[in-house]
């Protein structure tokens, strides 16, 4: 099995049941499988709520203990949900602006042409989290010089190496994101945090809090799920290096590769809903208040709906893959990170001959009956130039 192989945990009890069970910190979560089971539930916002009384629950694992503020328009319902959601969206879809993809442009090839200068990295705190923290600079339209603070976090913003949930370093963002308000406030600017802190939703001003809200999970959102799809990228292509020739001469079949990437790593195995109402998941009863998740990693490789599943088939040409969600809370960060993918391959194969993968320690999720690899703690990769 090559390195880069990421497999499916969940093929037995999806085909079987339909559904799986985790124990998230005494909070149980009924994990649903299958890919129309998993969208349906998306689709079902009434039924299966991400906006509920306990900010952090519907995240897996649970962060009601380490978070107070209500992540905006992520843990929302409609109709509150709309008003956010179009005060935010031309924001993030700032990316398909050729100003904006000119400067990610310059970003990528900065650190592609490191890594090269190098010979040998580190590809996740050397390349991805570097490449990440950077990018982001340019969504919140902030100085360039500030990834070098996010950079010195690692790469977790909530997890530390020996705990899965900690509240100090969560506070670092916490209190970083406060100032930064603060900040703005004395002199706005064009930034992100200034344009929230003068917007109106539904004919009052945004508070602090709901501003604090955007920006943690602008921050937190996009960090390991970009970072796994930077990182799971770099891997396939040096495990498949007449795939990255493939690009190189077929460079028609870019967008589709980008989608075929993201369905088979999809870098956010799941997310959770709360239940409000007593009814039925896969045919299996659930009560109300209580959790489920749907599995998007899961869904993603459901045979009944993507043929070869578990093969990356760069030119697949229907691909309803599920990574960036689906329903009303698709994610807010999709165009970005698709203009990432989008330059890092092309610039992959403007400067990159190959590239040989050293040595792995991979990153396991234990999701007590899955254990499913959703990255790399840590990879060293030989980059060798065009």
């Not at 905006?72 to 409609?78: G, R, T």
């Not at 990440?132 to 919140?140: E, G, I, M, V």
């Not at 994610?331 to 001959?353: D, E, F, P, S």
Request: net charge negative.
């Amino acid at each position: 099995m090559k390195k880069s192989t990421i497999s499916d945990p969940f093929k037995e009890a999806r085909e079987g049941k339909g559904f799986g069970e985790m124990n998230d910190q005494n909070d149980p979560v009924k994990m649903v499988l299958g890919h129309k089971d998993v969208r349906k539930c998306a689709h079902n916002w009434k039924t299966f709520q991400s906006g509920g009384e306990e900010v952090g629950r519907i995240v897996v694992p649970s962060e009601v203990h380490i978070r107070e503020i209500r992540q905006i328009p992520f843990e929302v319902d409609p109709p509150e949900h709309k008003s956010y959601r179009d005060l935010v969206d031309p924001w993030f879809k700032r990316p398909l602006e050729s100003s904006y993809q000119a400067s990610l442009s310059e970003i990528i090839n900065e650190v592609v042409d490191e890594a090269l200068d190098k010979g040998v990295i580190e590809v996740v705190e050397g390349f991805s989290l570097k490449l990440q923290s950077r990018a982001l600079t340019l969504l919140l339209n902030i100085p360039y010089d500030e990834a070098d603070l996010w950079i010195s976090w690692g790469t977790h913003v909530f997890r530390s190496e020996d705990t899965a949930l900690d509240g100090d370093k969560a506070n670092i963002l916490y209190d970083y994101i406060d100032a930064q308000i603060d900040k703005a406030i004395a002199n706005p600017g064009d930034d992100l945090y200034s344009v929230l802190l003068a917007s109106e939703v539904n004919g009052k001003k945004m508070t602090k809090e709901e501003v604090k809200g955007v920006l943690i999970l602008t921050f937190a959102g996009g960090r390991d799920t970009v970072i796994n799809a930077v990182t799971n990228s770099i891997a396939y292509f040096a495990d498949h290096p007449g795939s990255l020739d493939r690009l190189r001469a077929e460079p028609e079949i870019m967008n589709t590769a980008i989608e075929e990437l993201i369905r088979y790593f999809s870098p956010l195995t799941q997310m959770g809903r709360v239940v409000t109402e007593d009814t039925q998941v896969c045919e299996h009863a659930v009560k109300a208040q209580s959790r489920i998740s749907m599995c998007w990693a899961s869904a993603n490789r459901d045979e009944r709906v993507f043929d070869r599943a578990n093969e990356v088939v760069l030119d697949r040409k229907v691909n309803p893959h599920v990574a960036f969600g689906f329903g009303t809370h698709n994610c807010l960060g999709a165009t970005h990170a698709r203009q990432i993918m989008k330059i890092l391959l092309t610039t992959l194969t403007q400067k990159v001959k190959s590239m040989e993968i050293l040595d792995c320690k991979e990153n396991i999720e234990d999701l007590d009956e899955f254990k499913r690899k959703v990255g790399y703690d840590s990879i060293n990769v030989k980059f060798n130039k065009l």
